[in-house]
């Protein structure tokens, strides 16, 4: 089976601007999670999307955004980008309906703010 | 509320050593417990979990974790260090009831001596 993959694997925004990051889930994997990775502040939970639907969010403001697709894709997007917003975004999908608690990660997209 | 506390941000072996990298939890109820490794520029790969089957737990390159209920532990050793285990852990828990939501501890960042 593929793995979890995201695109781009690297961006460089402008402070102000607006980004859309992209998660492909491994196949029949239908919960997808999303992680913000900075070196201060280690790997913060942004928010869970399963079935379409948002089941978890994190202590993130709105300027942070997710949605999921019919076929388990997801895509967060974050407006307004601020040069905290430097961080490498992991999207990490699992395989809720079989109990299987573990989650499945990307290589992440690595997004600079200047 | 669950918690997951890993004891020293960096820890330094030297090759052919033990390694132990310290992790413990604060849960309601026996959790799942996960130890994930991240290679630099790479996202996080699942190295063993505990879903109550055995408390000792065989992962994946020699590495192994023992759950100790009585100490809310769950630490990652292997009995010889090599080279390519320098990265960074991570140990997780998730509640068995619920949501997959997985909280992460800061991460442990091994370092191996030659």
């Known amino acids: 089976k593929a793995g979890v993959t995201q695109t781009p694997r690297y961006l460089i925004k402008t402070r102000g601007q607006q980004v859309t990051l992209s998660c492909s889930p491994i196949s029949g994997h239908r919960s997808v999670s999303w992680y913000q990775q900075t070196p201060g502040q280690g790997l913060q939970f942004l928010f869970e999307y399963f079935s379409e639907t948002q089941r978890n969010k994190g202590n993130f403001p709105g300027r942070f955004s997710g949605r999921q697709f019919s076929n388990s894709r997801s895509e967060m997007n974050v407006s307004t980008l601020e040069l905290g917003d430097s961080a490498l975004y992991l999207c990490?999908?699992?395989?809720?309906?079989?109990?299987?608690?573990?989650?499945?990660f990307g290589p992440g997209t690595r997004l600079t703010v200047t | 509320a669950q918690s997951v506390t890993q004891l020293g941000s960096h820890v330094s072996v030297s090759e052919g050593a033990l390694v132990l990298l310290r992790c413990n939890y604060s849960?309601?109820?026996?959790?799942?417990l996960f130890w994930y490794v991240q290679y630099p520029n790479q996202g996080l790969q699942l190295l063993l979990k505990y879903t109550s089957a055995a408390t000792l737990v065989k992962g994946i390159n020699g590495f192994e974790a023992e759950f100790k209920k009585s100490e809310t532990s769950f630490h990652l050793t292997k009995p010889s260090a090599h080279m390519s285990d320098a990265a960074e852990y991570f140990c997780?828990?998730?509640?068995?009831?619920?949501?997959?939501?997985?909280?992460f501890g800061k991460g442990t960042r091994l370092h191996i001596l030659p």
């Open positions: 990490a999908s699992s395989n809720h309906t079989t109990g299987r608690r573990e989650q499945y």
């Open positions: 997780a828990v998730s509640d068995r009831v619920g949501d997959d939501k997985i909280i």
């Open positions: 849960s309601s109820v026996p959790p799942y």
